[in-house]
């Protein structure tokens, strides 16, 4: 099993939806969690940090579940350029483990 | 405002050959990596350095080098390359050791074939 799994999609959305992903995590003993956004054949940037009790910024929301293991990522109102791969990031013993990613596409 | 800056960007190579990943920050960190990416797999540490002098290996460091040259360059060496290490490679830097959730900092990244 990986220490991080998301859901590869696509997710494939028109502008103004909402539009929601998931990340589940081995590890129980994780220490902190973010999302980073990855546009096609770019680097990963950090969209957010995700902390126990959620957090929002803008349209985004992020939530952390310890009990169930998982974060989620919520976009609202989603616009064309959130069109990315969105990868889930744990921080598990001072490494950080990155999922895969799941691809979205807004379109018009 | 450079940030992390790698090069080369897209490299063939055959079988056997080596070659020298160079990759700088001018944002002072003292925190540098190199992760590979590949389809389906997400990102994994190939070796990182937390501080001037000191190198790890990280999730899959077997066919690698690195050297940490001073604070701001840490470079990644094939030795001799085979088509499993076909990726695309990054460079990343962050103020302290990840874990302790500073944001990292990414290279633009180096395509890499080996043939």
């Known amino acids: 099993r990986k220490e991080v799994e998301q859901d590869p999609g696509p997710f494939n959305v028109p502008e103004g939806a909402t539009v929601a992903f998931n990340c589940t995590y081995s590890n129980s003993a994780s220490q902190s969690f973010f999302w980073y956004r990855q546009d096609c054949r770019k680097e990963p940037k950090l969209l957010m940090s995700v902390y126990s009790s959620g957090n929002e910024d803008g349209r985004f929301t992020a939530q952390l579940n310890r009990a169930s293991q998982y974060i989620s990522l919520l976009i609202r109102d989603s616009k064309l350029s959130d069109s990315a791969t969105y990868l889930c990031v744990v921080n598990v013993n001072n490494d950080m483990r990155f999922g895969a990613g799941t691809r979205l596409t807004v379109k018009p | 405002n450079a940030g992390v800056t790698q090069t080369p960007k897209f490299q063939v190579l055959k079988t056997g050959q080596s070659m020298t990943l160079q990759c700088a920050q001018d944002?002072?960190?003292?925190?540098m990596y190199w992760y590979r990416q590949d389809p389906g797999m997400g990102l994994r540490l190939i070796y990182y350095s937390a501080s001037e002098g000191t190198t790890d290996k990280g999730e899959v460091p077997n066919g690698y080098n690195v050297s940490r040259l001073n604070k701001r360059e840490f470079s990644l060496r094939l030795e001799s390359a085979a088509p499993s290490q076909t990726s695309v490679y990054f460079c990343?830097?962050?103020?302290?050791?990840?874990?302790?959730?500073?944001?990292?900092?990414f290279g633009e990244g180096s395509w890499l074939t080996v043939v």
């Open positions: 990343a830097s962050s103020e302290v050791t990840a874990g302790s959730g500073n944001t990292i900092y």
């Open positions: 944002m002072n960190h003292n925190s």
